[in-house]
């Protein structure tokens, strides 16, 4: 015998002690948890049911039984009451074989409360006691007996060969104690019921809960301990049999649940290093993008502190006239020439530049500036000269790139990495507004133009709330006749101040390129028609005035709004006749989305309005589309009339303008005409319509009321 034994080590003793401690905390509860279970209770009361619906059928039958025995024994009783209680000597066959006495101590101490006797032909002899309900009149159709509705009183037939005497007697016998007896066996029997069900179903539920409910709840532990911890469940091992069905179950259970948390751990892992690259990198060129290029440039800011030898130089830049490669030859081409451009600079600049990709076209740069790169304009000319080096090659065609770089530096330019980038991004608009293709370095004054240009943005929208914007009209008339036609609503902005005059005129082509950038132009657009169309109305209904009004459509609220909708509304709600109303719309509108350009013209043209070009000539269209748009007129640009005279490239392309409307049918309006010589160049050209200072100043509503009212006719009364 050995003097001592060897301990497991003390962790594992504690593991064991841990899976053993809650083995038995599950299985010790099980007996309380069989009777909480609702799955136990409703296949317990299924059993117990099932139990008592078969031993009510059972009773159901067997009552039937008891009460047949019941009532044959009463009947054997009247007999063997009665048949010693017959005369033998009585041989007249209509008399009665019982005596009036005999028949008297029959129903006073015997079962017999009533009797008939009949002959054996049915012959009514005589009736003793209480009279039985059973009546005998068809001697080949003898019922046997007859119980009342209440139980209480049973008749029978004797029959000859029952009494041995050549008679039929039907006794009355009193069958209440048969009900009793029956009552105390359903009783009896109820309880018997009641007890084995309850003991069926008490050994069920012991049954139930070893070989079913412990390795539901032991399956259900792991479970839930996997549903709160799906990466690392402590499931503890199966102590159920694997080859029977349940314990196999849960076997298979378990291999899942480690499964599950394997590939959770794997998911995750995978998830993260997925979602990092999404969050942190470009998915098309591989390069950090804006995120990260903030988060590196504000680690390196501050691991360089108040150093004054770190500087670094940031780099924004922007490839010119990239949408123009996407519309033209196909996003294919331009997602190519962007991996291109990032892997050229890559390879390009030091290894210890980040270059990223911050937008659709943009890139930017940081570089720690040291002895050899002492600048950060340095570091835009290299960027530039780079990109210049040599032609992209995408798909055996080759693409010049150019590009506009914004440039700014740490910490000269400020001292917190997105004010620097947001000042890098400040000098690339403005080498964009500046016309490309150039580097521009950060000064205050582009910060404070943009702060200008977002405070006029401001300002502009508190006028269109607080309705400081107003419409001005120019007039428009037929060169040939001389004759008023139209006016066109030109919008003017007057911005109160502290000054003397209360305020002053904001000019459009300051503010409305800015309310186009912003997508402000499509209320103030709404506006604008909702306006000059009541105004027009006004004049028709006021001043007999029936005019053309021609109002100028962006391309915002082509793309933007319903324009048809909207335009319907109006109509409808200032009750102007749609064929008075034009609108005047720019080439680079049709340009955009020539398909939905001319389904919304069509059905403007459809609604009675009048469509013409504005500004035609100072953009590009083609003639195919052109074609194809529902327009009346055609707009020769001021630029082009106020230089025919002395411009004989103006002048030609003022011809052809007129020339190319006409082969169109389409009518020809010039806007510019200043002066006498223009507008008779505009007739030796056959030009059709013509508007300017010429004629009259655009001038707000009843100004341009008492214009039309004094008007005579006469072009030569307003020569100048």
Known sequence: ??????????????????????????????????????????????????????????????????????LDQLREVGRSALTPAID???????????????????ISTTAINGLTVYS??????????????????????????RRSPDGRTYDVVFRSNDLNRPFIMVARLDSSSVQTQMIGFVRQTIQIMLLMSAFVTSVLMLAMGRWLLEPILFMRGNLLEASRNPENPSIQDSPFDAHDEIGGTIALTQALIRQNAENIQQIKSSAENKIHKLAYYDTLTGLPNRTLFLQTLTEKMRAAGDSELERFAIVTMDLDHFKDINDSMGHNVGDAILRAVGKRLRAALPERAMVSRTGEDEFAVTLKLDEDIKTARMVAEKIVQVIRSEPFRVFSEDFQVRVSVGVATFPDDGLDPDHVLKNADIALNRAKEDGRDMIKEYSEDFDRAVQQRFQLLRDLRDALERKQLDLYYQPQLDLTTGRIIGAEAL?????????????????????????????????????????????????????????????????AQFSQSDLVLHVERVIAHTGLDPRRLELEVTESVFMDDVRHTIETLKRLHEFGLELAIDDFGTGYSSLSYLRQFPIDRLKIDQSFIRNALNNSDDASIARTIVGLGHSLNL??????????????????????????????????????????????????????
């Open 667 to 720: 009518k020809v309006i010039a806007e510019g005409v200043e002066t006498k010589e223009h507008e008779t160049f505009l007739l030796a050209e056959g030009c059709d319509e013509a508007q300017g200072y010429r004629y009259c100043r655009p001038v707000p509503s009843d100004q341009m009321v008492e214009f039309v009212k004094n008007y005579n006719g006469k072009l030569s009364s307003f020569d100048r």
């Open 491 to 555: 919008l003017r902005w007057w911005k109160p101040n502290n000054s003397k005059e209360g305020g002053t005129f904001i000019s459009p082509a300051e503010f409305i390129p800015v309310a186009e950038q912003s997508g402000l132009i499509v209320p103030i657009g709404e506006w604008v028609l909702s306006t000059a169309c009541a105004e027009a109305k006004s004049w028709e209904d006021l001043h007999d005035i029936n005019i053309r009004i021609a109002v100028n459509v962006s391309a």
């Open 120 to 145: 054996s032909q049915l012959d009514l002899i005589k009736i003793y006691g209480e009279p039985p309900a059973l009546q005998l009149t068809d001697r080949y159709n003898i019922p046997e007996s």
């Open 1 to 70: 015998m050995h003097l001592y034994h060897r301990k497991e080590p003390l962790v594992k003793q504690d593991h064991k002690k841990s899976r053993l401690s809650l083995f038995q905390n599950t299985f010790s509860s099980s007996p309380a948890q069989i009777w909480k279970s609702r799955i136990s209770w409703r296949i317990t009361l299924a059993a117990f049911l099932t139990i008592l619906t078969v031993q009510a059928a059972i009773l159901n039958f067997e009552l039937k039984t008891f009460e047949q025995e019941r």
């Open 88 to 106: 033998p000597s009585v041989r007249d066959l209509l008399s009665s074989p019982v005596s009036d006495a005999h028949a008297d101590r029959l």
